[in-house]
């Protein structure tokens, strides 16, 4: 039993107190390690760079402590019970990591909890303690570790299997909202934090349906006895990540139903479909997983083919699963599905990388995204979205209806459950020939290792779904809805945003006009045919520009004015529409559920 105790006698400085006991150390020095890195965000964090004021002590004192190299460190022998102490800064205001303020606090166990090596298998207890400051008297406590000495929602004391299960429920403290509901008969919380407005019963109604579909699709009981939502609210912001029986997330205060709003938003659609996302993950890519990951090697990158498949597959079943479950009308989860084809579309570097490179990669390309990221890589999330939608289709079409994705999932599902085997990269391409009884080894090779055009345009016919492919109408154009406008024959080939001197060139389209004309992600355009203009302005101006117009352009770049001349190419027909035909309704509503 490793005991670990978490406190902070001055919330403000933003430090957790951290102390563990061990009561069997290695005779020889103990070892300590910190993880690199946190399950399901695949970059390398180094969470030791927030750690101060390491000591250890044993019954005859100090000990000495040798550093091994940024995340490792031996502790002198010594005999009997071993006590090591050490502050984390946390002023990280994102789900990866650990945050204390006046607010709140949050942790995740990965940034805040060193491994005592060789014993990572032994149960772990934690006592949390309420922070030291008169702010922090009516904090409550919320987390899906499970209690051993403590009131529900209090501090106290709770425990976990071993240090992987420490390590995967994170914990929220402060004057939060709590809202309760049962699906499928287990006990569901969501956690808000932050400053919001929110129709409570309303959103309590609409996660437990999405719940009660996710639990039903992969076949009752739950995987979990209980689970926690925990959204931090904040003026502008989206992500989450998950847990085996939470999960954390950032949402706009947007994105919240209001009291009396009926309807379903875009805001709060993009929140239905984050929380969908998550809990899907509950299975596919928590339990599911892949087999590099069993168990994880939290020093260092663990590389994999498959993130599309965990990060795709749960993107495709996360606005699905909104319109199976009646939470969104099909007009709506058309429009989503079209706006991942054009975000897809929209990047040249679709040609470039294939769905598995970008999962291996993902360490230093996806997570590490420069100004030309469009041009280099597919994202995987999206891209393995799109593959999921090919998969199930072609798999529906080959056998009338009969087999599709669904049934895979649920295999994989089963598998998990009855062997505990990790998926191997060929693992779902096996599975998906052996349902349908086809050989579909170089279709999927395709999808999943190659770079050419996916085929939707037919595989959605097959469900009576028309693609229709429009150039975009200004930069907020995602795609996915039809517009009246006028639309652009011309385009510039950038990404700009209005900056204080002028126009900030974000991202150029590689062999597009800018970048053809000699602009650059960064330059600072400030005349354009001799006049000073704004996002709007310019929007305007290519809307009556043909192809072949040459236009003089005025930039800094860095503190030197330079002039190009760009030659404005045609606007690339690369935003995608998808509307519902009269036919094959009924494969059409087998697919969507309605
Ligand atoms: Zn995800």
């Not at 289709?393 to 049934?407: A, C, I, P, S, Y």
């Not at 999932?409 to 598998?415: A, E, G, K, S, Y």
Request: hydrophobic residues 35%; charged residues 25%; glycine residues 8%.
């Amino acid at each position: 039993m490793i005991r670990y105790q978490i406190s902070s006698r001055n919330p403000s400085s933003h430090y957790f107190d951290v102390s563990l006991r061990v009561d069997n150390p290695d005779p020889d020095g103990q070892r300590l390690r910190l993880p690199n890195w946190i399950p399901g965000s695949y970059m390398i964090r180094d969470f030791s760079r927030n750690l101060l004021d390491l000591r250890a002590r044993s019954q005859a004192g100090e000990l000495d402590i040798e550093q091994i190299d940024k995340s490792n460190w031996r502790v002198g022998a010594s005999s009997g019970e071993l006590t090591v102490e050490y502050k984390v800064y946390a002023k990280d205001l994102s789900v990866r990591a650990a945050h204390l303020d006046h607010t709140h606090g949050y942790y995740n166990g990965s940034s805040v909890f060193v491994e005592v090596m060789g014993q990572g298998d032994q149960p772990c207890e934690v006592l949390i303690e309420r922070p030291d400051a008169v702010f922090c008297v009516n904090w409550q406590l919320a987390t899906s570790l499970k209690r051993k000495q403590a009131e529900v929602y209090g501090f106290g004391l709770y425990e976990a299997l071993d240090y992987d299960d420490l390590i995967d429920h994170p914990v929220e403290m402060g004057a939060f909202t709590r809202i309760a509901f049962e699906a499928c008969g287990v006990p569901h919380d969501i956690i808000l934090t932050g400053r919001f407005e929110c129709d409570q019963a309303r959103l309590a109604a609409d996660l437990k349906t999405i719940c009660e579909h996710h639990i039903r699709f992969f076949g009752e009981p739950a995987p979990m006895d209980y689970y926690q939502f925990q959204v931090m609210v904040v003026g502008e912001g989206y992500g989450g990540l998950e847990h085996r029986a939470s999960t954390s997330l950032i949402a706009s205060r947007a994105s919240l139903p209001k009291p009396g709003q009926t309807g379903v938003d875009d805001d709060y659609r993009d929140f239905l479909g984050l929380c969908s996302h998550e809990y899907f993950h509950t299975w596919n890519v928590k339990r599911i997983k892949p087999a590099v990951y069993q168990p994880y090697d939290l020093q260092q990158e663990v590389y994999t083919d498959l993130l599309w498949a965990f990060e795709g597959i749960t993107s495709y079943y996360d606005d699905l699963g909104l319109l199976r479950s009646g939470l969104i009308e099909m007009d709506s989860y058309l429009e989503l599905l079209a706006q991942t084809m054009t975000r897809v579309q929209r990047g040249p570097g679709r040609s470039r990388q294939s769905a598995a490179e970008s999962s291996f990669n993902a360490w230093t390309k996806f997570y590490k995204q420069d100004e030309n990221a469009a041009n280099a890589i597919v994202s995987y999330y999206a891209k393995g979205c799109l593959i999921a939608a090919c998969i199930d289709l072609k798999m529906r079409e080959l056998t009338d209806g009969q087999q599709n994705l669904d049934t895979v999932m649920r295999r994989l599902w089963q598998t998990c459950l009855q062997q505990g085997k990790g998926v191997e990269p060929d693992s779902i391409q096996q599975l998906v020939s052996e349902i349908t009884g086809v050989d579909l080894g170089s279709f999927l090779q395709e999808l999943i290792y190659g770079t050419s055009e996916l085929p939707l345009p037919e595989l959605l016919a097959s469900v009576g779904v028309e693609v229709v492919q429009r150039v975009a109408k200004n930069s907020q154009d995602k795609g996915g809805k039809d517009v009246e406008a006028d639309l652009p024959a011309a385009d510039f080939g950038a990404t700009l945003k209005d900056g204080e001197t002028g126009l900030l060139v974000q991202r150029v389209v590689e062999a597009g006009a800018a970048q053809s004309g000699g602009l650059s992600a960064g330059d600072q355009i400030i005349a354009l045919d001799g006049l000073r203009l704004n996002q709007a302005q310019l929007e305007s101006k290519i809307l009556r520009a043909k192809p072949g117009d040459v236009w003089q352009v005025h930039a800094f770049r860095r503190d030197e004015l330079h002039q190009f001349e760009i030659t404005l190419q045609a606007a690339a027909v690369t935003t995608f529409v998808l509307k519902a035909t009269d036919q094959q309704q009924a494969a059409r509503k087998d697919w969507l559920g309605c």
